[in-house]
């Protein structure tokens, strides 16, 4: 993005929703001068027009210099844009039941939404079913490399099938995993070049991990415009420019994403990501166990059949009914879809923990700052100190679409106190025991001193503004677990719009099996952060 | 009035033009039509396989010819001994290791699936689609149950209505009823016991939806299954009524034959000459939230406005009828043109 061209428009356009920053160059640096969003039918013109109307209207002088002083005038700034889609879907067949589950977690985690069947004692009229059905994107088949002994008898009937599959459907991906293109499966008419369809061969899925196989299941289901690809470029950028462990947790409609970038001096980011469309606000296998999950987390009485009802009007209109009631039960559903999210990420505990976790996606775009960061804090129940922030704005993706390593990180270190609305930052023991004064805090802050005892089970919040850093000393009366084991803290946290809170409900968050007493001791922590919930 | 800012208040269509139906096959699925034939009403699509069971047979591909799976393909076997039966099937895939060996997925049973609506087969993939470009004009729908069908329209309750078990009567039989905001389950089963061939709402609750579907499996079923009979729901779950502007429309197709389409969910008719009603620039209906199911005129854009629980939102001023305008969140409004 040169400098000649004084402001540029960045575009996340969702399943959902589409977001716009209007972003420009002030004083010798990337500023972001304004975001909206809009549900995804509005077109891109509408939305820059509404950020060039609302720069001119609060300062004319700055809209002239851009050139923006005229209705209509956005339309010709350049645009960086990224599209997320609904996850495409893909069949996922092999020999043995063995060999099908590391497949099909490969193929989730990248993204797919995945049907899965196995050869070996498999319904064979079924199995062919599947592999037309229309709604395929692809098929992935795959064994061992080389095949085991279980899958060798049954290599050429798994070709066979495919094979078949792919007459159908001519058009159709093929992905051929591990022992698969080999000659005892017979899939050779597969790899001629006169069949439209791609076929792509690839590593088995449990070859160093399954890494390889995920990096091309993911290439294959977007390019560098997809905007979870790019959402992951853009936070190995970020974690580069803050010189921190990052984690972006996106929920968006249709599916959501774990990232995990990690910096070292002189190094490229370490990147880790995983695009779970399970884990989507509502996925589209929506069913009783999604339903029970949501209402695990709602604040307030409600009739079951009516929250059906409610969430699938949401399914149709995600952009409507996002206040009031409505807002309550996008955050409870968010939750649920948070930790969906986690439970099927539960590899990235083993990383190194984030110093900065983002919230990201349409999921929680509306809500109130705060309530964002008590979610967080609600799900995602590793031990320790992490700062949080918002992606409010939604410009992050976007700007991983620029192809040029050093551009986009001059670009995001300039933007980097404008990207993410800043929450604050949450303090999590794990191993507290009992009830009562688990220990106390002392607060070195730009306002004063301020000593605080700790009592176990539930949240206590200090105020502490954006921009704002304190130092803590925690004094614990037995050995907690904050990253490292020990009785005394001292850490440095940044504030945010949710200040600080210190979270000793306890790892893992244990709630009321009945319904009543969970409300209402979800209710009670809510109104601490979310004061409005339920007017 | 400028229309610049109504570009950020979301418009649906009231019709659209040049919708592709789909029709699913089945692996066994007979399709009975090729790409470029024209279809009316009536037309057999698919004669679909009801008994469909997997044979081993040999094949032999006449000269010239690649045998494909997919393919329609007649096995001669011998017979009790005697004789040779003719296996009419789809060719699934080739039995590994076994030279011109195949399975063939067969059955004796069969029905036959009509086009509701005209227009032009565009593609054919055995086993997996029909698509058909219909010829006409289609109202979109947010979901649909049952079996697409076809039927004269008739208006039977107010946009607000409800069609309850007893207002059903058998001289409606043949016809597609418009029934207002909602309808239950129990209504739903009686109109298709009566012979009614399909039923037009705003609103379907989650758990009727359910227990029509449940009742339609059993229908489908059974040996002699009821005629074809279909829900089309226009708006969404939650109750609220018909919009104006498609009362209007559904008003002036009163007597018409339309057909109601599943994939995806549309109310197709086709007639030309047919004025659609023409919706107020400023005309919005409140899609979701507080004012749900209101109609009124937009004035302006507010700006970022703060709404129960706390949440700021995109905001238009609104004004419903006589009363004051208020404030609605950009995103509960939508416009149809």
Not at chain 1, 177 to 189: C, F, R
Not at chain 2, 51 to 58: K, R
Not at chain 2, 281 to 309: I, K, M, Q, T, Y
């Amino acid at each position: 993005m040169s400098t000649t061209q004084p402001a540029f428009l960045t575009i996340d356009r969702g399943t959902a929703t589409a977001a716009a920053g209007l972003i420009g160059h002030v004083g010798g640096r990337w500023r972001l001068l304004g975001a909206a969003a809009a549900p995804a039918d509005i077109a891109d013109e509408a939305l820059a027009e509404r950020l060039r109307r609302r720069l001119a209207a609060v300062d004319p002088g700055a809209a002239d210099d851009f050139g923006l002083g005229a209705a209509g005038a956005a339309v010709d700034l350049v645009r960086l844009t990224c599209t997320t889609s609904a996850p495409p879907e893909l069949a996922v067949v092999a020999a043995t039941d063995r060999a099908l589950q590391p497949l099909v977690n490969v193929a989730a985690a990248a993204g797919w939404r995945v049907r899965a069947a196995v050869v070996d004692g498999g319904d064979i009229l079924g199995i062919v079913a599947l592999l037309a059905d229309r709604r395929l994107d692809g098929i992935l088949a795959g064994v061992s490399d080389p095949a085991s002994g279980d899958e060798r008898g049954l290599l050429a009937e798994l070709g066979t099938l495919v094979t078949a599959a792919a007459e159908r459907r001519p058009d159709l991906l093929v992905v051929l995993a591990g022992g698969l293109s080999g000659p005892g499966a017979k899939t050779g008419t597969l790899l001629r070049a006169e069949r439209p369809g791609p076929t792509v061969i690839a590593p088995a899925a449990d070859a160093d991990d399954g890494k390889p196989l995920r990096a091309l299941l993911d290439e294959l289901r977007g390019g560098s415009r997809e905007g979870r690809r790019a959402l992951a470029v853009a936070a190995g950028t970020l974690a580069t420019v803050l010189h921190r462990r990052i984690e972006i947790l996106e929920i968006g409609q249709a599916s959501a994403t774990r990232i995990a970038a990690g910096w070292q001096p002189g190094m490229a980011p370490d990147i880790q990501s995983a695009v779970v469309a399970d884990a989507a606000l509502l996925p589209r296998g929506f069913g009783e166990e999604e339903l029970d999950a949501v209402l695990g987390w709602l604040t307030t009485p409600a009739d079951r059949l009516r929250v059906r009802d409610r969430l699938r009007d949401l399914a149709l209109a995600p952009w409507s009914d996002g206040a009031g009631e409505g807002a309550l039960l996008r955050m409870a559903a968010g939750r649920a879809a948070l930790a969906r999210l986690r439970d099927e990420t539960d590899a990235f505990d083993d990383l190194a923990p984030p110093d900065l976790v983002i919230a990201a996606g349409g999921c929680w775009q509306s809500a109130p700052a705060p309530a964002v960061a008590l979610a967080m804090a609600d799900v995602m129940r590793r031990p320790g100190v992490r700062a949080l922030a918002l992606d409010q704005a939604r410009i992050l993706a976007p700007l991983g679409t620029i192809s040029d390593d050093r551009e986009r990180a001059t670009i995001l270190a300039d933007l980097r106190d404008d990207l993410l609305v800043p929450l604050g930052s949450v303090v999590l023991p794990g191993g507290l025991r009992g009830g009562g004064v688990a220990g106390s805090l002392g607060i070195a802050a730009p306002g004063g001193a301020v000593e605080i005892d700790l009592l176990a089970g539930g949240l206590e919040l200090v105020d502490l503004a954006p921009g704002e850093t304190a130092v803590l000393e925690l004094r614990f009366r037995e050995a907690v677990d904050l990253g490292a084991h020990a009785r005394h803290f001292a850490v440095e946290v940044v504030g945010g719009l949710a200040g600080l809170i210190v979270d000793l409900r306890g790892v893992p968050l244990r709630l009321p099996d009945r319904a009543e007493p969970r409300r209402e001791l979800l209710a009670g922590w809510q109104s601490v952060l979310w004061e409005d919930a339920g007017r | 009035m400028s229309a610049g800012w109504l570009a950020e208040i979301p418009l649906r269509p009231l019709v659209v033009d040049g919708l592709v139906e789909r029709v699913v096959l089945a692996p066994g699925d007979r399709p009975l039509v090729a790409v470029g034939d024209a279809v009316v009403p009536g037309t057999a699509l698919v004669a679909r396989l009801r008994d469909a069971h997997v044979e081993e047979v040999d094949v032999r591909a006449p000269d010239g010819e690649t045998l494909i799976a997919g393919s329609a393909f007649t096995a001669v076997m011998p017979h009790r001994g005697r004789g040779e039966a003719h296996i009419e099937g789809e060719l699934l895939a080739p039995v590994p290791n076994r030279v011109r060996r195949w399975r063939l997925v067969a059955g004796e049973h069969r029905v036959e699936v009509d086009a509701v609506a005209g227009g032009t087969v565009a593609s054919v993939q055995p086993g997996a689609e029909i698509r058909v470009a219909l010829e006409g004009r289609a109202i979109r729908a947010a979901f649909g149950a049952g079996q697409a069908a076809r039927g004269r329209l008739r208006v039977v309750t107010d946009a607000m209505g409800e069609l309850r078990p007893g207002g059903i009567d058998v001289d409606q039989s043949g016809s597609i009823l418009v029934a207002g905001s909602r309808i239950d389950a129990e209504a739903l089963t009686r109109a298709r016991a009566m012979g009614i061939r399909g039923i037009i709402v705003a609103s379907l609750a989650g758990k009727e939806l359910r227990d029509f579907q449940a009742s339609e499996r059993r229908q489908r079923a059974a040996l002699h299954p009821a005629d074809p009979f279909a829900v089309l729901v226009l708006d969404g779950a939650v109750r609220r009524p018909l919009s104006s502007p498609v009362t209007a429309l559904l008003a002036a197709l009163e007597g018409v034959e339309v057909a109601i389409l599943l994939d995806p969910p549309a109310l197709v008719f086709n007639v030309p000459e047919l004025p659609v009603p023409v919706v107020p620039e400023d005309w919005v209906r409140v899609r979701g939230g507080r004012h749900a199911g209101a109609e009124g005129r937009v004035l302006g854009l507010s700006g970022v406005r703060r709404f129960a629980a706390g949440v700021h939102l995109e905001a238009a001023r609104v004004v419903f009828g006589e009363d004051e305008a208020v404030d609605v969140p950009l995103g509960d409004l939508e416009r149809l043109g």
